[in-house]
């Protein structure tokens, strides 16, 4: 079973950018797709962008297109969000995600995914 480890969290400013980082490690990388999650307090866990087992193909939530990119590097086990022009809306705690040999053929679900990270905070005041 894959271990994840995301990083990259904090305080921001509305308009800002933060990069977060998921590290990966115990399965081989490349076996699974990957996505984002967030949850905001009182809110159902949402996906906001994904990447195929390749880095080929990738997702985005409407909410975030054009303001959020994911990337990944199989070569080093780990995965990024880079996220620009943040709103307060984006204000939740983000979890990265592994789906064993998943694809993106719908939309990413939390009950596909069966290995998370501790999650990472991501606050933007207004």
């Known amino acids: 079973q894959i271990q994840l480890v995301e990083s990259g969290g904090g305080l921001v400013q509305a308009g800002g950018s933060l990069r977060l980082s998921c590290a990966a490690s115990?399965?081989?990388?490349?076996?699974?797709?990957i996505s984002w999650f967030r949850q905001a307090p009182g809110k159902e866990r949402e996906s906001v962008a994904a990447v195929s087992r390749s880095g080929g193909g990738t997702f985005y939530a409407d909410s975030v297109k054009g303001r959020f990119t994911i990337s990944r590097d199989n070569a080093k086990n780990t995965v990024s969000l880079q996220m620009n022009s943040l709103k307060p809306e984006d204000t939740a705690v983000y979890y990265c995600?592994?789906?064993?040999?998943?694809?993106?053929?719908?939309?990413?679900?939390?009950?596909?995914?069966?290995?998370w990270g501790q999650g990472t905070q991501v606050t933007v005041s207004s």
């Open positions: 995600a592994a789906r064993f040999w998943g694809t993106l053929t719908t939309i990413p679900h939390p009950a596909d995914f069966g290995s």
């Open positions: 115990g399965g081989t990388f490349s076996s699974y797709s």
